[in-house]
């Protein structure tokens, strides 16, 4: 399976999933049509099939011209503000996208939205805005308890586990961990090695599991309280 990032607006990344280089590709979260269609012209391959983690519009707009372009199944949230959606999913589906041999878990992470969807799969994590290198999203909807809850889910997959979220902001969210845990050497390490990686024009991402696990304060939460208290502060900060 190879998966690779497609930048979409200031921040976002889409991702493709493919079974092999010339094969057809899944795209996750396409947010604007415009970089998916010009990546799949410059890859030469076509879309197989979309899957979406919620609905934020940064998530979606892209979908309808896609499916006008290629007339492909959606597979998502079983929201209704999601209108595009073919293939509705719920919390503990197992779901198998056209265009891939590779079975995902659908896991129900609601926090940063209540109809959010994280897709587990060959030891990858396709998890949206839930959980981000070194940080969270932000709560607009869920509660703390919520979140926290769907946090932990994550966290007890592999430490393996190779996490694609949609949004670069490592660089600030270890600068926010750094501050929460100033003794943390393997933030101060990870604050290193992505420096280097942005100067090069290259993404943070995916980060590990073992990785969040070292340096992911809201990972480090031992309770629904004292993860309230950390994304006040950073949503702050």
Request: with cysteine; net charge negative; charged share 15%.
């Amino acid at each position: 399976m190879i998966v690779t990032p497609i930048r979409a607006f200031d921040d976002n990344y889409i991702w493709a999933i493919q079974p092999a280089p010339d094969q057809a590709a899944v795209i996750v979260d396409p947010g604007d049509a415009a970089p998916v269609l010009a990546w799949l012209a410059q890859q030469d391959v076509g879309l197989a099939s979309i899957l979406v983690t919620h609905h934020h519009w940064d998530h979606t707009d892209g979908i309808a011209p896609l499916v006008q372009h290629f007339h492909v199944p959606v597979y998502g949230p079983a929201n209704p503000a999601i209108k595009t959606i073919t293939h509705p999913l719920h919390d503990g589906d197992r779901v198998t996208p056209v265009g891939l041999t590779q079975s995902f878990e659908v896991i129900a992470t609601p926090g940063h939205t209540l109809d959010h969807l994280s897709y587990y799969g060959a030891a990858s994590l396709f998890c949206g805005d839930t959980l981000f290198s070194a940080g969270c999203g932000r709560m607009f909807e869920g509660t703390a308890p919520q979140f926290f809850t769907s946090l932990r889910k994550l966290a007890e997959l592999p430490e393996q586990t190779s996490v694609y979220c949609t949004h670069e902001y490592t660089t600030t969210n270890l600068a926010f961990a750094a501050a929460a845990e100033p003794d943390n050497r393997a933030i101060a390490h990870a604050q290193q090695r992505v420096a280097e990686l942005r100067a090069r024009g290259l993404p943070s991402l995916p980060t590990t599991l073992a990785d969040e696990l070292a340096i992911n304060p809201f990972l480090h939460a031992r309770n629904a309280q004292e993860f309230a208290q950390l994304r006040q502060w950073k949503d702050n900060f």
